[in-house]
């Protein structure tokens, strides 16, 4: 909370003036009065303010901390019935998921679960319900350079404005790179400014690249007997690729024959694949060769079948 963070900031600062009476003894901050006025102003606030932020700890204590901003803010989507805490149990419920979207630095989080769309930051925690907001891509970044590798990076703002006009709308942040990943768990499209242009990443180019040519490859017929199964990488969708040798002959080249039944659908083996792959050589990608994520038999693209 806002007010323990400063009583905290604060009680240094009582702290820093307790040593500097036997640091500095000639400056007489032992004795108030015969200090200078700069240090008097010191004492003054390292008092003043922890007992303002204790009071304010209390005041928003009362009745179950109902008077805190953040179940202020919680209590709009509540129901007649209940109270703010049945909102934050669903959303603490939400957030233990694996299947939430979470992206940003410690400081400034943005959280997507299936109902709430959140930004945590240091001191404030905005939170908007799904249901009732509009996202609109408002500004796009380029930058040189990534933290995390020696590639281009698009950092893109978001405005979430609610319906509902007791919630003020807010800023998410991300990298263009998480901009697909954020729109299949939002229930409604985001909308884009006129001048904003969105740059895909080259994780989803080369998907597209690699479904379009998966689809011009021999398709493969499951057995009559033979029943497909979720895919194991997504548990979403039913597998529909086969690993089958079919760039070369059977003995002839570095792919080999994979004997794996189905268990990957086309967007999660096209995922592996590309994890497999040097980032900063993504001139050799289409053309490399990278072993079955089961059985480990090497194999290229032309080796990845549809199911028909």
Known sequence: MVGVARAGRDEERQGYYMGMCFAASEKQLYSPGQASEAWQLFLLLAVTLPLVSCTLIYYWSWDKWTRHPLAQTLA????????????????????????????????????????????????????????????????????????????????????????????????IRLNSAEYGELCEKLHAPIRSAANVVIRQSLGDLFLETFASLVEVNPAYSVPSNQELEACIGCMQTRASVKLVKTCQEPAVGECQQCYCRPMWCLTCMGKWFASRQDPQRPDTWLASRVPCPTCRARFCILDVCCIR
């Open 76 to 171: 709009l989507y509540a129901l007649p019935q209940s109270g703010w805490q049945a909102v934050a149990s669903s959303i603490n419920t939400e957030f233990r998921r694996i299947d939430k979207f979470a992206t940003g630095a410690p400081g400034a989080r943005v959280i997507v679960t299936d109902t709430w769309v959140m930004k945590v930051t240091t001191y404030r925690v905005r939170v908007a319900q799904q249901q009732d907001v509009h996202l609109t891509v408002t500004e796009s970044r380029q930058h040189d350079l990534s933290p995390d590798s020696n590639l281009p990076v698009q950092l893109l703002t978001i405005r979430v404005a609610s319906t509902s006009p007791a919630m003020q709308p807010f800023d």
